[in-house]
């Protein structure tokens, strides 16, 4: 899949040339990589930008609720509504890579 070379890139140093780029932890992106499995497939795929303290965001910003999800080494956090005046934040919820969590599953767009 696509989105895994681009966090393994985030994650390697081949990024670290670019003055806007943030390296993720080799932790988050096998986190970001637990959550890309995750994903319904009849979910379409997000953007993806390395955060700035190590994580990885995800952003599907082309529906009435835009959804933001950052992936950490032990958290993630998410917003349903970003950017809205609707937005309903969801911080430091535990993520091992081994299911989301139905406030999210319920948010995911579907195809």
């Avoid at 986190?31 to 390395?50: G, I, M, N, T, Y």
Wanted: glycine share 4%; charged share 20%.
């Amino acid at each position: 899949m696509v989105l895994f070379e681009i966090v393994d890139a985030f994650a390697s140093d081949q990024l670290r040339e670019q003055a806007d780029s943030s390296n993720i932890t080799p932790l988050a992106a096998a986190k970001a990589k637990a959550f890309l499995r995750l994903l319904p497939l009849e979910s379409p795929l997000p953007s993806v930008a390395p955060a700035d303290e190590g994580g990885v965001v995800f952003v599907w910003d082309h529906l009435p609720e835009p959804l933001l999800v950052l992936v950490e080494p032990r958290y993630m956090h998410f917003v349903v509504g970003a950017a809205t005046d609707r937005a309903q934040y969801y911080d430091d919820v535990p993520f091992d890579g081994t299911f989301l969590p139905s406030d999210l599953l319920k948010a995911l767009p579907r195809s």
